[in-house]
Nanobody, 120 residues
């Protein structure tokens, strides 16, 4: 139904910046939440940041003040600007889309993931 295509991962030095992008395609319900999760080796997948179609945002405490999430509803695309990167930010970052309740779908959609490696 929905496909998510991530890009922007790579290798960066501590203190540097990186910008992730995720473009959604398919049968997208207009009211939804898009976000980024990350998973390091041997760890669970945790929320990094999320933004609703109305523009409300939510951030993990560990990234507040450093990361900024935004979206372009016309392009069905979400972005994550990551500044002041730390070694502990190293993880696979996954794009996520959750349709609103009125869509009748209880599913969440996931991208394949993009690797972010921060060297120190």
């Amino acid at each position: 139904q929905v496909q998510l295509a991530e890009s922007g991962g790579g290798l960066v030095q501590a203190g540097g910046s990186l910008r992730l992008s995720c473009a959604a395609s398919g049968s997208i319900f207009s009211i939804n939440t898009m976000g980024w999760y990350r998973q390091g080796p041997g760890k669970q997948r945790d929320l990094v940041a999320a933004v609703t179609s109305g523009g409300s945002t939510n951030y993990a405490d560990s990234v507040k003040g450093r990361f900024t999430i935004s979206r372009d509803n016309a392009k069905n695309t979400v972005y994550l600007q990551m500044n002041s990167l730390k070694a502990e930010d190293t993880a696979v970052y996954y794009c996520n889309l959750q349709p609103g309740l009125a869509s009748g779908s209880g599913m969440q959609y996931w991208g394949k993931g993009t690797l972010v490696t921060v060297s120190s």
